[in-house]
């Protein structure tokens, strides 16, 4: 809750700071892990994802995007598919908070300051890193490392929002995090004396995660004015 503290008050610190529409909210869905142990299934929430977010809309087409998320990732090979991973039977849950910063894209023009409700599908990458705690599998128990790490990554969305009035803008969107580590699954330990004995799985994959859910934001801000001085 600090985290997301800090992010509302710094973004209505510069309500007043720029003649441009911007967009502050919040959102919700669930989490789900894609890697070396549990579930294979790429869209599959089962564990509760909240945050921030703010946009500042430049044009009809594209926004500056930042976000902050809170969730916790679940393995569970019980609910693979894989008989290899079921006969395994590993599972773990990590905690991750992900800060994410970027641009959307809309495919249709989404005018803010439009008289009638306006609506889009859009994408968003850009770059995200999460923070997570590092632990690893002895003969089928999680061992902690007790230290955590931060795994860099690139958000792949894709949503669909719509305007419910002239102030609210509601959104629902899927999104894919490809990361440049394979550590948030245990499947490869954090310290270098551990890596050789209790490393497993494909190891030329990374991991993945994925967000689904709504976002309900409020927009504030004045109408950019180009009237001649």
Request: with cysteine; aromatic share 14%.
């Amino acid at each position: 809750m600090k985290y997301i503290s800090i992010l509302l008050i710094t973004f209505f610190s510069i309500q007043l700071s720029s003649a441009q529409i911007h967009e502050l909210g919040v959102f919700v869905g669930g989490s789900n892990f894609i890697g070396d142990v549990g579930s294979t299934s790429y869209i599959s929430p089962s564990q509760l994802a909240i945050g921030g977010i703010y946009k500042w809309n430049r044009s009809p087409r594209h926004s500056w995007r930042v976000s902050l998320l809170f969730s916790e990732l679940e393995g569970l090979d019980s609910k693979s598919d894989d008989l290899g991973r079921k006969d395994r039977g590993y599972e773990f849950t990590n905690q991750i908070v992900e800060l994410s910063a970027g641009m959307e894209f809309t495919f249709l023009d989404f005018d803010l300051h439009s008289s009638r409700p306006v609506a889009t599908p859009y994408l968003y990458s850009g770059i995200s890193i999460a923070k997570h705690d590092n632990f690893y599998f002895n003969n089928g128990t999680v061992v902690s490392e007790e230290t955590s790490s931060f795994a860099y990554g690139i958000p792949l969305i894709l949503g669909f929002k719509a305007s419910i009035s002239s102030q609210f803008i509601l959104a629902l969107e899927v999104g894919a995090r490809y990361t440049f580590s394979d550590e948030l699954d245990g499947s490869v330990p954090d310290s270098e004396n551990l890596m050789e004995s209790k490393s497993f799985g494909n190891i030329n994959n990374n991991d993945w995660y994925t967000f689904t859910g709504v976002t309900l934001t409020y927009t504030f801000g004045r109408n950019p004015c180009f009237c001649p001085n």
